[in-house]
C-alpha cells in the first residue's frame, strides 16, 4: 500500500473513475494521504464524485508516472472522523483554502479490497492488493 501511494504521490494527478448509473465518470485527482495503515482520499459532498461513490462505491484510478502506470480498484470507505479529515488537510495545507474540518462539505474516504496494478510496457504486470 505504502508503494501505491508513493507512486500517486509522484505521479501528482491520477484519474478517478466512478461509476453513475450505466455511465463511467472520471476526473482528475490529486489527493493521497496515508492515515492509520490505509490509503485515503478527499472530495467535496457537493461534488457528483462524491454522490456517485455514496451511490456505488467501486472505483477504480489509474496515474502514470515514467514509463510505468499504475491501476486500482477497489471500494471507496466515508470515513466521518474528524481526525481523518483532519490528517488529509494537514497533508494539504493548500486545501484549507477551501476545506476545513467542520464546513460539513470536506469528506475523505480509503480504500478498501483493493487491487492495485503495476504495468509498463517492459515488464510484467505486478498485482498488489490491500
Ligand atoms: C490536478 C488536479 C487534481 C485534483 N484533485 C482533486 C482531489 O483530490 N479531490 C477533489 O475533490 N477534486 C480534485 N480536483 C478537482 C476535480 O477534478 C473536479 O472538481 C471534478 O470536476 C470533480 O468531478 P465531478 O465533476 O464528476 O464531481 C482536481 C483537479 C485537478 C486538475
Not at 494527478?13 to 485527482?29: I, W
Not at 472530495?43 to 451511490?55: E, N, P, Y
Request: net charge neutral; with cysteine.
Amino acid at each position: 500500500m505504502e508503494r501505491v501511494a508513493k507512486f500517486l504521490k509522484e505521479a501528482e494527478t491520477y484519474y478517478l473513475a466512478t461509476v453513475d448509473g450505466d455511465q463511467p465518470r472520471v476526473r482528475p485527482f490529486g489527493t493521497v494521504n496515508v492515515f492509520e495503515g490505509k490509503l485515503y482520499i478527499q472530495t467535496g459532498k457537493v461534488k457528483d464524485v462524491s454522490k456517485q461513490i455514496h451511490a456505488n462505491p467501486k472505483v477504480e484510478l489509474c496515474a502514470f508516472k515514467s514509463g510505468e502506470w499504475l491501476r486500482v480498484a477497489g471500494k471507496l470507505i466515508e470515513d466521518d472522523r474528524r481526525e481523518a479529515r483532519q490528517a488529509m488537510l494537514d497533508a494539504y495545507p493548500n486545501l484549507r483554502a477551501m476545506y476545513s474540518e467542520d464546513d460539513g462539505n470536506t469528506e475523505v474516504f480509503y480504500l478498501k479490497d483493493a487491487t492495485a496494478t503495476f504495468s509498463s510496457f517492459t515488464k510484467e504486470p505486478e498485482v498488489v492488493k490491500f
